[in-house]
């Protein structure tokens, strides 16, 4: 007992600097789509975890392998094309190889497209780390008839070279021989200089390398040739962190010495140096790789030909998109009913009969437990089967390799705003709920392209949001109502890409124009167990981090609702115009009133829509109509519970299938539902409450208005607590203003 405390006591405090290192540590670098992480699976299994890299909207991966009685930690980096500071990614992957110092590192290429793969290489080469090159992907090199002299290769940079397919777990037997010879070797391996820069480059370097080398306080965290060359470069990430440690003067001696060397060979330094780096990689590759006598035309190329066209690629595209988007959104909504089913049904007799049984039945306890506790879980489960659906077409799409072409295609489009064209895919999914909206952002790579499409999604009208405009639709406009949705629809697209436009030019203002190039990977099949786990892992990320900002949504809600304001009133058993809810919303309703809808009954269903739009109906039921009649619950057995709900899931599974199949033209297996009538009752409190002026303001308002709780969680979890809260206000601002032009422009033209 006492021993395990001073083991922990003796170990170094985590700090936002060191990395906390136990045992053998394996950085995984590559550029994205070499097969990094299919590889980092292909090695831990499960025995992984995911999280974010610390204050980045960045994926981190961790995960540890048993090699010959050693435990290894891998650590999967984000994919990047160089080591310089261009992106947050490319700075998450730096600052980790220089301060985390993994004992080694593979550097994954795809075999395929070595040119490109060995920039990354050569930089992380000089770094001085250990590196092991991991050729993957030789399959597809093979296939194209690509010949590559792994020895060879091996013997020109001087460092192991295995390769693999990782997709088919090829050539890990071997690499793991060589994790295992590394975690043997007692003398630290340093790769030798690779890349020759030319004489008068390297003069400069050699100067500068042997002034690093001089200051102990700097010789003991970098390579000083390494160093040499990224302050020659003029990297501003090198120039911060030595800045950051008394190496300025160091800094400045380079300026100098770039600026000698543009003066001398008339080229900036780095160009320089990118130039030399380039022609000494063509030159290697030329040395290690034999193409067939014609390299020939790959099927890619011929597939590329007609989906990336300009013209016949559209309707591709919006085939595939509508096929995602009805999976995602109208598919899993089969798996939704039954989670609902479960939760208000067997689920919640569980707890009213538990709580009969010990005397508690129809307490407060049982309202909470019900109406706040199992409601709040509900209200996350429910998302699960959404963004399970998601998760796996994305990850489809992007495996394939098509995700790609629909970037290549949409980027003309997008661009206006600022956007990649990945980000037509967030948006999209949107219209079908904000959330995955939100997940699906991930697909992009770069951090500010991800921030922006992740603050545009919500003001595309979600599903729940339709409730909404048909009740108040219909009551005020009756069958006009289709036509005022239709136009909600758009008005929301159209303010997404104002505020896309707004922020493209203020917040989001690009620094430095980068280069941007969307590569085209060659097809390739997914592989389903990848695809699968993909999917299970971020469900199960999504469950952590969105039950408790639900819960607590929830169970504050139900506080409102609970809490008496008269001394008359008792707890838990309100009258609706008693409540806490009802003192909050009244408190609220003259912000509301230059917009037409200052009721105190409107504004409590806006501060219940937070928890999810469709409340917004119920709310405005309960506040105009009173208390909707409970349905008897019918006494069931346990075993008739079980029953139910495994019948259910054979039904809901069942129902998926035929939707699915109901997608192929000219098929239609679904009964179509019939719809529900609306309450009369509601109708008429409605048209008492709203004029068609101050309905359609408020259709507005709650079109605009801050995102739902689960969207809120969302977006805390992908882009933090910062972001989320500018979200939320920001929104808020939006819809305020939008309400009140519409309101008092309508009655400048005497509208209402
Ligand atoms: P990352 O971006 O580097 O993490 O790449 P991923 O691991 O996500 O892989 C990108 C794609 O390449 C996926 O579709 C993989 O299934 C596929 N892939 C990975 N390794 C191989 C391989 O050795 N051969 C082939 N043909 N495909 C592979
Ligand atoms: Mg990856």
């Known amino acids: 007992m006492s021993r395990a405390c001073c083991d922990v006591a003796a170990r170094p405090a985590p700090t ?20 990094k992480t299919t590889l980092f ?21 961790e995960g540890h392998v048993e090699i010959g ?18 992106s947050t990614e490319e700075i998450v992957a730096m600052d980790y190889l220089l301060d985390a110092q993994p004992d080694a590192v593979l550097v994954v290429l795809d075999a395929g497209n070595l040119e490109r793969n060995l920039y990354l290489a050569t930089q992380i080469l000089e770094t001085g780390l250990p590196v092991i090159i991991v050729l993957n992907m030789m399959d597809a090199a093979q296939a194209r008839g690509l010949h590559i002299d792994v020895e060879r290769l091996s013997r020109l940079l001087g460092v192991p070279v295995v390769p693999t397919v990782a997709r088919s777990e090829r050539g890990l037997d071997a690499l793991k021989a060589q994790l295992a010879a590394e975690v043997m070797r007692t003398q630290p391996r340093r790769p030798e200089r690779v890349v020759d820069y030319g004489r008068e480059v390297e003069r400069e370097i050699a100067r500068l390398a042997a002034l690093a080398g001089a200051e102990p306080s700097v010789a003991a965290h970098y390579d000083p040739r390494w160093l040499a060359v990224k302050l020659l470069e003029g990297d501003s990430a090198v120039e911060a962190r030595l800045a950051a440690n008394g190496g300025a003067p160091l800094v400045s001696t380079a300026r100098e010495a770039a600026s000698r060397l543009e003066n001398m060979l008339g080229d900036e330094a780095d160009i320089l140096i990118t130039d030399r780096r380039y022609g000494y990689i063509n030159g290697l590759v030329r040395k290690v790789v034999t193409r067939p006598p014609l390299d020939r035309r790959t099927r890619s190329d011929h597939i590329d030909q007609i989906v990336t066209h300009p013209v016949f690629g559209l309707p591709i595209f919006f085939a595939m998109m509508w096929v995602v988007f009805q999976m995602t959104a109208n598919v899993s909504s089969h798996f939704v009913d039954w989670i609902d089913g479960v939760i208000g049904g067997p689920l919640t007799r569980w707890v009213v009969a538990a709580l009969g049984a010990v005397g508690l039945g129809g307490t407060w306890l049982e309202s909470l437990l019900t109406e706040g506790v199992i409601a709040g879980v509900g209200g996350v489960l429910v998302f699960v089967p959404v963004l399970a659906f998601t998760y796996f077409f994305i990850a489809l799409l992007e495996d394939s390799g098509y995700m790609a072409r629909a970037a290549f295609l949409m980027d003309r489009f997008m661009h206006v705003l600022g956007l990649h064209g990945k980000s037509f895919i967030p948006m999209l999914l949107g219209i079908g709920c904000s959330v995955p909206g939100v997940y699906a952002t991930r697909t992009l790579e770069n951090e500010r392209d991800r921030l922006l499409t992740g603050l545009l999604v919500p003001f595309m009208s979600c599903g729940a949001r339709l409730p909404v405009y048909l009740v108040v639709g219909v009551a005020i406009f009756g069958a006009r109502a289709g036509t ?12 997404a890409l104002l505020v896309g436009l707004l922020l493209k030019h203020t917040l989001f203002r690009q620094r430095e124009e980068m280069p941007f190039v969307i ?8 592989s389903f167990k990848g695809v699968l786990r993909h999917t299970w892992l971020r469900t199960r990320e999504f469950i952590k981090h969105a039950t408790s900002i639900i819960l607590i949504a929830s169970v504050v809600v139900w506080l409102l609702v609970s809490i008496p304001i008269s001394p008359a009133g008792s707890f838990a058993n309100v009258e609706a115009g008693d409540s806490a809810l009802a003192a909050l919303s009244r408190w609220m309703a003259p912000a509301f009133e ?32 009173g208390e909707a009649p409970e349905a008897p619950v019918e006494p ?9 709900i495994g019948l259910s899931f054979a039904q809901a599974a069942w129902d998926t299938l035929r939707a699915t199949l109901s997608l ?22 409605l048209r008492q409450a709203f004029t068609p002026l101050s309905a359609v303001a408020f259709l507005v308002f709650v079109l605009l208005t801050a995102p739902c709780v689960t969207t809120m969680g969302a977006l805390r979890h992908e882009f933090g607590t910062k972001w989320m809260a500018f979200s939320v206000g920001f929104m808020l601002a939006i819809a305020w203003t939008a309400s009140v032009l519409v309101y008092q422009g309508g009655r400048l033209l005497g509208l209402g």
Request: hydrophobic share 45%.
């Open 16 to 35: 936002a600097e060191t990395h906390v290192r136990v045992g053998f540590h394996v950085a995984l670098a590559g550029n994205p789509n070499c097969g």
């Open 41 to 61: 699976n292909a090695l831990t299994g499960s025995h992984q975890h995911v999280g974010n890299w610390p204050g980045k909207t960045i994926e981190r991966k």
């Open 69 to 86: 009685g050693s435990r290894i930690t891998l650590v999967d980096l984000p994919g990047t094309y160089s080591l310089s500071a261009f």
């Open 484 to 495: 005022l949705v239709f136009a909600l629809y758009i008005l929301g697209m159209v303010v």
């Open 519 to 526: 590569e085209l990977p060659p097809y390739r099949l997914p």
């Open 594 to 625: 230059p917009a037409g809808f200052g009721s105190w009954q409107t504004a409590s269903s806006l501060v219940t829509g937070f928890v999810a739009k469709e409340v917004i109906v119920s709310t405005l039921s309960v506040v105009y109509v």
């Open 636 to 644: 069931s057995t346990f075993v008739q519970d079980v029953a139910e």
């Open 664 to 685: 192929l033209p000219g098929v239609n297996l679904m009964d179509d539902a019939p719809e529900e009538a609306p309450d009369a009752a509601l109708v008429g409190a």
